[in-house]
């Protein structure tokens, strides 16, 4: 009796403590998850109900119900879940919906209104259309001019990003909490945002009311050429527009909606093109602004081409494309380039593109252009890994941009871009080297003698040293290398260049790749307890250096730490804890790289004025 009367409490006990983590558990679940408030509601009265159940005295023919009665609660509690799943919504162009409707404005297409934010010092014109929407038999073809509208077009929603897999609400939240350490617990966000092939669609900020003349920035989104959507806040474009600046960004066709290719596609082109598409819709963009971006105050003969990551990359094609010419003046590139012999990522040539065009074809089953039309862009999305490269297509490049600028062919007057000090940290989170497979990694990305080069410049002898080096390695790699070669040959074409090292630590990111964009942009939040008053001030002079470069191409100003245009790449400019110049990094492995292409030198002077002539040479003949 005894026992009997001690395990009777404990069991008491037991249940309530088990059915408390359910209850926290599924808080957690339905606002990582983004549910809606039935769920709340519902989840609060089974947990309730349950209680109630268990804490009455319940007669023999309950017993049996009690016996799995937690088996009915989590069956119930999944159907709550399913109930309340958050609904697929358009992202507002200013949360909680601004503070008015703007006059109405007249564009090529018809008449518009937007959203002014809530301080009353900027315009939002979401949803833009710049092109047909690309699906059915436009489905893998050029884009096409927008269509007029009748009516007033109620710009105050952003249009669905670009069709791409997508992952749980739950997933995203995750990421936030764990990879920004950022998460903010509301009822507004109970939502999905829309994925579409229909998506090309541009946003436009502003300085409120009349204005005229203003320095347009037309920025790319980043994502590997495979994600992404181009409203997000760390690059929206409230700051700079506060500052005098109209801002533009763009969806465009991603993975294997933008970049796949194939003969029969190439065939059926009027102008021959393929694999290109996404690169393309940019172009369309582009074009579209400098018809109408008067009519927001901008000024079309000065714009600045901007871009992170992907969206980097993609500038950085930009500048050699032949059908981009005069439609910007200058560039900002974050984070990536296409402009190293040969691309570290975003980029392949022809012949591999039309190779996984034909191995896509064949996973489908799909003889014809046509049946692979007919394929719901949701299974084709599941090819998005296969088709995320810019190609030489013979039409938006006529070759790569390291060929061009070695011919002295560029569209850009001025640059602006550089990387940060931990490029590589969410690349090699799941692959970090370790003592046991460090020689191996690098043995299997280099081939002889420039692995044991590699090696003998990071002798690693711990772990912590494997890791370490194999992270600057592969940031030197895929990331810094690319913008080497870029200095170099702004330097050769006499371009003003200003390079950049971002080495700013903080509770989010930090100096992870994309970790700059919230500084540059000017979006850190007032009160977020991710940054301190160091942050924002950095935030203060990088946006600075930013407008002025937008304004004029020289980021230099009043009461800021001068900028030296680049002449060599043997220093650049660090943002972090100190605002100023400092030795470039990596530039050992940078040499070695060189060695691998058969490059010179970029710091010797006489290599330099012996391309120089080579190169005015082979322009003559």
């Given at each position: ?71 009915i609660l989590l069956a119930v509690l999944a159907g709550i879940l399913a109930l309340s799943w958050p609904p697929v919504r358009a992202v507002p162009a200013v949360e909680g919906g601004g503070s008015g409707v703007t006059e109405p404005i007249r564009i090529a297409q018809g ?103 203003c320095p347009v920035l037309v920025y790319v989104h980043g994502g590997s050429l495979q994600t992404g959507q181009p409203w997000y806040k760390d690059y929206g474009g409230q700051a700079l527009a506060r500052d005098g600046v109209v801002v533009v960004n763009m969806g465009y ?301 020289d980021p230099n100003g009043e009461g800021l730490p001068a900028w030296e245009k680049s002449s060599g790449g043997r220093t650049v400019m660090e943002f972090g804890d100190a605002v100023r110049p400092t030795d470039a990094p990596y530039q050992e492995m940078h040499r070695i ?29």
């Amino acid at each position: 009796m005894k026992r009997s009367r001690e395990k009777g409490p404990a069991r008491g006990a037991a249940w309530r403590v088990f059915l408390i983590l359910t209850a926290l558990i599924l808080g957690a679940v339905l606002e990582l998850g983004r549910h809606t408030l039935i769920g709340w509601i519902l989840g609060a009265a089974a947990i309730a109900a349950f209680a109630v159940f268990r804490v009455r005295r319940a007669g023999a023919a309950c017993r049996g119900v009690r016996a799995c009665s937690w088996l009915i609660l989590l069956a119930v509690l999944a159907g709550i879940l399913a109930l309340s799943w958050p609904p697929v919504r358009a992202v507002p162009a200013v949360e909680g919906g601004g503070s008015g409707v703007t006059e109405p404005i007249r564009i090529a297409q018809g008449e518009l209104t937007g959203v002014v934010t809530d301080d009353g010092a900027v315009e939002v014109y979401a949803g833009v259309p710049y092109a047909q929407a690309p699906v059915g038999d436009l489905r893998w073809r050029e884009p096409q001019p927008a269509e007029p509208w009748d009516g007033v077009l109620a710009a105050d929603r952003f249009a669905p990003m670009s069709m791409q897999k997508t992952n749980l609400p739950i997933y995203d939240s995750l990421v936030r909490l764990i990879g920004y350490h950022e998460f903010t617990v509301s009822l507004r966000d109970n939502y999905r945002p829309p994925v579409s092939e229909d998506s090309l669609y541009l946003n436009i900020w502003k300085p409120a009311g009349d204005v005229s003349g203003c320095p347009v920035l037309v920025y790319v989104h980043g994502g590997s050429l495979q994600t992404g959507q181009p409203w997000y806040k760390d690059y929206g474009g409230q700051a700079l527009a506060r500052d005098g600046v109209v801002v533009v960004n763009m969806g465009y066709r991603l993975g294997v909606f933008g970049f796949f290719a194939s003969e029969e596609l190439a065939a059926e082109s009027p102008v021959g093109t393929t694999g290109n598409y996404g690169l393309l819709d940019q172009i369309e963009a582009l074009k579209w602004v400098r018809d109408n971006i008067a009519a927001f105050g901008g000024d079309p003969g000065n714009v600045t081409l901007a871009g992170e990551s992907a969206g980097s990359a993609c500038v950085s094609a930009l500048c050699t494309s032949p059908l981009a010419r005069g439609l910007f003046r200058r560039v900002v590139g974050e984070s990536s380039t296409v402009t190293a012999p040969e691309p570290a990522h975003s980029f392949r040539r022809m012949e591999s593109a039309l190779q996984a065009g034909r191995e896509t074809m064949l996973r489908f089953g799909a003889a014809s252009a046509a049946d692979l039309r007919a394929v719901p862009a949701e299974k084709l999305a599941g090819e998005m890994a296969v088709h995320h490269h810019l190609t030489v297509d013979g039409y938006a490049l006529t070759e790569t941009p390291w060929e061009s600028y070695a011919r002295g062919v560029h569209n850009e007057e001025a640059q602006l871009h550089g990387y940060n000090s931990r490029e590589s940290a969410p690349f090699i989170l799941f692959s970090q080297a370790s003592m046991k497979n460090y020689e191996s990694k690098v043995r299997a990305a280099f081939d002889e003698p420039y692995a044991s080069r590699v090696l003998e410049l990071y002798p690693a002898s711990t772990d912590a040293e494997a890791r370490a080096f194999w992270a600057e390695i592969y940031s030197a790699v895929l990331f810094s290398y690319g913008h080497w070669c870029w200095e170099r040959q702004a330097l050769a074409e006499n371009i003003p260049t200003y390079v950049y090292y971002f080495t700013k630590t903080n509770r989010s990111l930090g100096p992870w790749h994309s970790g700059e964009m919230i500084y540059l942009y000017g979006n850190i939040p007032d009160r977020s307890p991710l940054y301190d008053e160091a942050d924002r001030e950095l935030s203060r002079v990088m946006r600075s250096y930013y407008r002025n470069f937008i304004f004029t191409g020289d980021p230099n100003g009043e009461g800021l730490p001068a900028w030296e245009k680049s002449s060599g790449g043997r220093t650049v400019m660090e943002f972090g804890d100190a605002v100023r110049p400092t030795d470039a990094p990596y530039q050992e492995m940078h040499r070695i790289l060189d060695e691998m292409y058969g490059l010179s030198d970029p710091g010797d002077e006489e290599s330099r004025d012996r391309e120089g002539k080579e190169k005015k040479h082979e322009a003559a003949v």
